[in-house]
């Protein structure tokens, strides 16, 4: 989160795999430039209308584990991928766990919860998350 607004995250880069077999990539500037603190994914958001950095086609994807190894024949922009061979490139996402947080004010109310999975894309560390508060 922004030390100089609470409500407002900071965004990194960020990457989808759709259900259409895509993998979706947004650079970091452009991520800043969408006004939507939560990424909401309905149709009138920000976020919904913001148009990915780079696109390319899945070949393979393949889960063992809590990981995914996820086949492409191109380079993307914004993520460091790495060259298995001549037009074949693979993304390791491995989960690391998901995290909660509860927080309680001085009168003993439960206000808010945060949590997150960790994960790696490539030996990168990432997370993703949410916080709900105001829940009295």
Do not use: E
């Not at 989960?95 to 309680?104: A, K, P």
Request: no cysteine; charged share 25%; glycine share 4%.
């Amino acid at each position: 989160m922004s030390s100089t607004h609470i409500n407002q995250p900071t965004y990194s880069s960020a990457l989808f795999v759709t259900l259409d077999n895509y993998i979706q990539t947004y650079s970091q500037d452009r991520m800043t430039k969408i006004n939507d603190k939560w990424m909401n994914a309905d149709v009138d958001s920000d976020f919904a209308k913001l148009k990915p950095t780079d696109s390319v086609k899945v070949t393979k994807l393949v889960k063992t584990g809590t990981a995914y190894k996820i086949d492409y024949a191109r380079p993307l922009k914004s993520f460091s991928d790495k060259k298995i061979g001549p037009h074949h490139y693979r993304l390791t996402i491995k989960q690391l766990g998901r995290q909660y947080q509860n927080y309680t004010p001085i009168d003993d109310t439960y206000d808010t919860a945060a949590s997150w999975t960790n994960f790696t894309i490539n030996t990168k560390p990432y997370f993703s998350g949410f916080a709900d508060w105001g829940l009295d």
